[in-house]
């Protein structure tokens, strides 16, 4: 990108947006996107947060350990892991957060890669609201850490809403890693997925 807008991170965020809006107005017609944004999450949040933080269906495919929520919990999370992330967003419905997004970065020889995670609470699975989040994300990460070159995503073999959700945003299916991380106390098989930032898929809205 030319002029003063490539020295102004917000303005290249929000035109890159626009150009996605509008995109997508012609690629999925059937779905009504207008309400889903991404943005900072807070304390304010807290109980809106807690409605996937202690949600069964959604804990059941997370990586960290099972433990008992409780609103402090959640406050405890935001201050000490949300807050200070790199890049962490709510993901939103009409401006309530009903999930969340995070690009997690690799540091040292990996930095040219980064590990995309997201949340949403079960009651909004199989809208497509997970899918237009990642497709936000994939928009415009690779102009906002230009020294990005990929962007992966794990995701248990047993879950396979995540992976359409990956395979719909434009990812590519790798394959199967074997015991990869612990859920739940026991080691899991993943699949990998990645998108590049010259993909073409990505490039598209640039």
Same mark, same amino acid.
């Given at each position: !990108?030319?002029?003063?807008?490539?020295?102004?991170?917000?303005?290249?965020?929000?035109?890159?947006?626009?150009?996605?809006?509008?995109?997508? =107005?012609?690629? $999925?017609?059937?779905?009504?996107?207008?309400?889903?944004?991404?943005?900072?999450? +807070?304390?304010? +949040?807290?109980?809106?947060?807690?409605? *996937?933080?202690? $949600?069964?269906?959604?804990?059941?495919?997370?990586?960290? $350990?099972?433990?008992?929520?409780?609103?402090?919990?959640?406050?405890?999370?935001?201050?000490?892991?949300?807050?200070?992330?790199? *890049?962490?967003?709510?993901?939103?419905?009409?401006?309530?957060?009903?999930?969340?997004?995070?690009?997690?970065?690799?540091?040292?020889?990996?930095?040219?890669?980064?590990?995309?995670?997201?949340?949403?609470?079960?009651?909004? *699975?199989?809208?497509?609201?997970?899918?237009?989040?990642? =497709?936000?994300?994939?928009?415009?990460?690779?102009?906002? *850490?230009?020294?990005?070159? %990929?962007?992966?995503?794990?995701?248990?073999?047993?879950?396979?809403?995540?992976? %359409?959700?990956?395979?719909?945003?434009?990812?590519?299916?790798?394959?199967?890693?074997?015991?990869?991380?612990?859920?739940?106390?026991?080691?899991?098989?993943?699949? !990998?997925?990645?998108?590049?930032?010259?993909?073409?898929?990505?490039?598209?809205?640039?």
């Amino acid at each position: !990108m030319e002029s003063a807008s490539s020295c102004d991170p917000t303005h290249i965020n929000e035109e890159l947006q626009m150009k996605f809006e509008e995109k997508m =107005k012609f690629s $999925d017609k059937e779905d009504d996107y207008s309400d889903v944004s991404l943005r900072l999450l +807070d304390f304010t +949040d807290v109980d809106d947060f807690m409605e *996937w933080f202690a $949600d069964d269906n959604v804990n059941k495919f997370c990586s960290c $350990d099972t433990v008992t929520i409780s609103k402090e919990d959640a406050m405890r999370y935001i201050a000490d892991i949300v807050i200070p992330h790199p *890049w962490f967003r709510a993901i939103c419905l009409n401006g309530k957060p009903i999930g969340s997004l995070s690009v997690s970065p690799f540091h040292g020889s990996n930095r040219c890669r980064g590990e995309i995670g997201y949340e949403l609470a079960s009651k909004y *699975w199989g809208k497509g609201i997970a899918t237009m989040a990642v =497709k936000m994300v994939a928009a415009t990460i690779f102009v906002e *850490w230009p020294h990005l070159e %990929r962007l992966e995503a794990v995701v248990a073999v047993d879950n396979p809403g995540s992976q %359409r959700v990956l395979e719909k945003a434009g990812f590519i299916k790798e394959g199967v890693l074997r015991k990869y991380y612990l859920l739940n106390g026991k080691a899991r098989d993943i699949v !990998m997925f990645s998108l590049l930032s010259t993909d073409p898929q990505v490039t598209y809205f640039m």
